[in-house]
């Protein structure tokens, strides 16, 4: 379990395949609290670290993972937003968050405004019902809140404002028109579209 506040990026500088994809990330964490086995999630993804050094941790990533996960997330030098599962007693900072990646969406529009950055994704069907004006929404692993939703013939998008402290420590900061980004909806719409539709049968 997270709450998408992240709290490293980290570097890809390995990228290849033994059974499954293995990647090693570079970053800053303190590794020696860091057990083998432990979850970190990367851009929005929960993964599990399988080897580690001082400053790097390696970890598989399965077929599923890379094809329900932004293209080019996983090639070497691509940096990634981190964070550490959340511990009891941890402040909660953004939102409930599972490491899980719903779908890929894709930046349609970055716009600066004053110091924050005003940035237009446009989202899959299947997602778009569990994106709510005021709502919660994961980006690439980033807590985030919906400020605006727009359905149209052309699909659904939905804009987020990032303020510069979060546009400086993140990737979020490199977003450009054509990105692919990963999409989590919020665990509490996920439930309630569920209980809609046993309701619906019932």
């Not at 499954?20 to 086995?37: E, F």
């Not at 970890?59 to 890379?66: C, N």
Request: proline share 2%; with cysteine; charged share 20%.
């Amino acid at each position: 379990m997270f709450t998408g506040i992240i709290t490293d990026l980290g570097t890809i500088t390995q990228s290849g395949m033994q059974r499954d994809l293995r990647v090693v990330v570079a970053c800053g964490y303190d590794m020696a609290s860091i057990a083998i086995g432990a979850s970190i999630a990367c851009s929005g993804a929960c993964l599990t670290v399988v080897d580690k050094g001082p400053d790097w941790f390696a970890a598989d990533v399965s077929g599923e993972s890379v094809t329900k996960t932004a293209a080019g997330m996983w090639d070497t030098g691509r940096r990634l937003n981190l964070e550490r599962a959340l511990k009891i007693g941890d402040e909660l900072g953004g939102h409930i968050v599972t490491g899980h990646v719903d779908g890929v969406a894709e930046v349609t529009a970055v716009t600066e405004i004053g110091g924050s950055h005003r940035v237009t994704i446009q989202v899959p069907a299947d997602i778009a019902p569990f994106i709510a004006s005021k709502g919660s929404v994961t980006v690439d692993g980033v807590s985030l809140t919906v400020n605006e939703v727009v359905d149209s013939g052309n699909g659904t998008g939905f804009c987020i404002n990032v303020i510069p402290h979060t546009w400086a420590v993140t990737t979020l900061g490199e977003y450009a028109a054509g990105r692919p980004v990963n999409i989590e909806i919020d665990v509490l719409a996920r439930y309630l579209k569920r209980m809609r539709d046993q309701l619906a049968l019932a």
